[in-house]
């Protein structure tokens, strides 16, 4: 089993940046996909990041791509979002995935195929 604790949201204007981190117990970290993801009031969860478990492969929604980075550090179990340009409509609850295989190199939205972290607030004020 694994457990996902993220941080880093809050409020924050728009332009300004914020690293979101997620860091994972249980065994394997360094053999799953891992992932963020979001989910804005009234609407469905979304794909915004995946990274493979060696960080050889990276995927990023349409919406942020230029704008935030994902990155993992197996080491200390962890992976990051780093967001930067932020707007209003990136506002949304942030959710850390991770793959319940291992040798995964992404994560799919797929429901019974991740774990889910609790999920971190991110607000963008026009």
């Known amino acids: 089993q694994v457990q996902l604790v993220e941080s880093g949201g809050g409020f924050v204007q728009a332009g300004d940046s914020l690293r979101l981190a997620c860091v994972a117990s249980g065994s394997g970290f360094d053999l799953r996909a891992m992932g963020w993801f979001r989910q804005a009031p009234g609407k469905e969860r979304e794909l915004v990041a995946t990274?493979?478990?060696?960080?050889?492969?990276?995927k990023y929604a349409d919406a942020v791509k230029g704008r935030f980075t994902i990155s993992r550090d197996n080491a200390k179990n962890a992976v990051y979002l780093q967001m930067t340009s932020l707007q209003p409509e990136d506002t949304a609850v942030y959710f850390c995935?991770?793959?319940?295989?291992?040798?995964?190199?992404?994560?799919?939205?797929?429901?019974?195929?991740?774990?889910w972290g609790q999920g971190t607030q991110v607000t963008v004020s026009s």
């Open positions: 990274i493979s478990y060696n960080s050889d492969k990276v």
């Open positions: 995935a991770s793959h319940i295989l291992q040798y995964t190199y992404t994560v799919p939205i797929t429901p019974g195929a991740q774990y």
